[in-house]
């Protein structure tokens, strides 16, 4: 009923677990833990009869309601009990591996629940049962319908979930190990931990580490970090002074590229990895196939050609598209999108991924190229432009605009 992390495998645990059991395998630092496999999942929500249907349920939302209602058998629990005592009884992370999550044609990146600084069987028990339920979220059953995978049979719908030890990381971030030898891997870094990067609600330092080992980096206005306090996470304002400063030193990023070119080894491909760096030690957290190719970095100078009326920001998915700017600041706007519009909004959380089934393209005023919105954005072949200063109020409601994610330009029509 529970499975060692270092044993875990794609199979019987998922892609997530199963990446992370061969890091751990192979001597490479992934705090330790378990996971709770396919086979617990499958067996919890047996009762439901949930084999009667061929793809998705005619009612997904009722779906996900009826797993958070059911009880965590006996069993399970104490399973539970007995693996989070042999940890030492820490705060945890619990974390999605779905079936079909973290493979080299789909990411899934975002689409299912995690949760950070879990502490006891029964906080744990509910966050397995809620991953177990965010199969059926709106999120998850748009991103597979975007993605050609949603007529499939229940049985491919399995989750297994990942209990890890909590890192207090004092700095956390995302990098993408080049796809060819010669070429250069991405770091993205900010304070604190990792869902402000990855949920796209802080622009983070961008780092470049060339095949040679030269660092180039372009360091942002890091406003907020996320941390732990006792048994929540707070979000709160980073001091003036270490908003411009480096998340991390050259030398740091270029320790950071050697273990992404370790971990690209492992698996034989590029790679997109989550890392954080905890009491001064560094250490992996995810690791999965990049599924589709960064656009190339913006020229420092300005884009040529471009009118000087045109908002800058990162390129974040290659691509051009012209359409009516919607100016979205939270789920209570999603009804106004419709089909071609362009998504202008001060960050895309993973929770907004049904919009880019019928967006033509996204402009967000933070963010990093290698965010969950971002990745899925490139998965899609939406273009999407990040990091612009103030979109929200710089670009109208309704009106038409070019977004350019190749260059990181968006230019009004009568500008």
Same mark, same amino acid.
């Given at each position: ?6 044993? @875990? ?52 939302? /009722? ?42 044609? &789909? ?5 299912? $629940?995690? *949760? ?6 029964? $906080? ?28 499939? %049979? ?18 956390? =971030? ?8 010669? =070429?250069?891997?991405?770091?993205? /870094? ?27 980096? #372009? ?47 492992? *698996?034989?491909? %590029? ?24 656009? %190339?970095?913006?020229? %420092?100078?300005? !884009? ?9 920001? #990162? ?14 600041? =939270? ?27 019928? @967006? ?8 990093? !190229? ?13 273009? &999407?432009?990040? =990091? !612009? ?17 190749? #260059?990181?330009?968006?230019?009004? /029509?009568?500008?």
């Amino acid at each position: 009923m529970i499975v060692p992390l270092a044993q @875990a495998a794609a199979d019987t645990c998922g892609g997530k677990a199963g990446a992370l059991g061969a890091l751990l395998r192979a001597g490479l630092p992934v705090p330790d833990g378990f996971v709770v496999p396919f086979a617990a999942h499958l067996a919890a929500v047996r009762d439901l009869d949930l084999g009667r249907f061929a793809g998705e349920p005619d009612d997904p939302e /009722a779906t996900r309601q009826a797993i958070e209602a059911l009880p965590v058998h006996a069993a399970l629990l104490g399973a539970l009990e007995r693996a989070l005592r042999e940890l030492g009884d820490p705060p945890v992370a619990v974390r999605s591996s779905a079936a079909d999550e973290d493979t080299g044609q &789909a990411s899934a990146a975002g689409q299912h $629940e995690s *949760f950070l600084a879990v502490h006891g069987s029964g $906080e744990v028990a509910e966050a397995v049962r809620a991953c177990w339920a965010s199969l059926f979220s709106p999120r998850a059953v748009g991103y597979r319908g975007a993605s050609g995978r949603d007529g499939r %049979p229940f049985g491919d719908l399995a989750m297994a979930v990942i209990v890890q030890r909590h890192l207090d990381a004092e700095a956390s =971030g995302v990098m993408f190990t080049p796809a060819d030898p010669n =070429g250069a891997t991405e770091i993205e /870094a900010s304070w604190g931990l990792g869902p402000s990067i990855v949920g796209g609600t802080v622009t983070p330092d961008a780092y470049r580490v060339a095949e040679d080992g030269s660092v180039t980096r #372009t360091i942002a206005d890091k406003r907020t970090r996320l941390d732990r306090r006792g048994r929540r996470l707070v979000t709160r304002d980073v001091s003036t002074l270490a908003r411009r400063r480096p998340t991390i030193d050259d030398a740091t990023a270029t320790q950071l590229a050697k273990l992404g070119e370790e971990i690209a080894a492992v *698996f034989g491909g %590029p790679q997109d990895i989550e890392w954080a760096i905890a009491d001064g030690r560094t250490w992996v957290l995810q690791a999965r196939p990049v599924t589709a190719a960064l656009p %190339p970095p913006a020229s %420092p100078v300005g !884009v040529p050609g471009s009118s000087a009326a045109a908002l800058t920001g #990162t390129p974040g998915s290659r691509g051009s598209v012209t359409g009516t700017a919607r100016i979205v600041r =939270g789920p209570g706007d999603f009804a106004r999108v419709r089909p071609g519009d362009i998504l202008v909004c001060p960050f895309t959380d993973p929770a907004w991924t049904p919009l880019l089934r019928i @967006a033509a393209g996204v402009v967000t005023e933070t963010g990093g !190229v290698l965010s969950h919105a971002a990745i899925v954005a490139r998965e899609h072949a939406i273009p &999407a432009v990040l =990091g !612009v200063p103030n979109a929200t109020d710089r670009l109208h409601d309704g009106t038409v605009i070019t977004v350019d994610g190749t #260059t990181g330009t968006v230019t009004a /029509a009568n500008a």
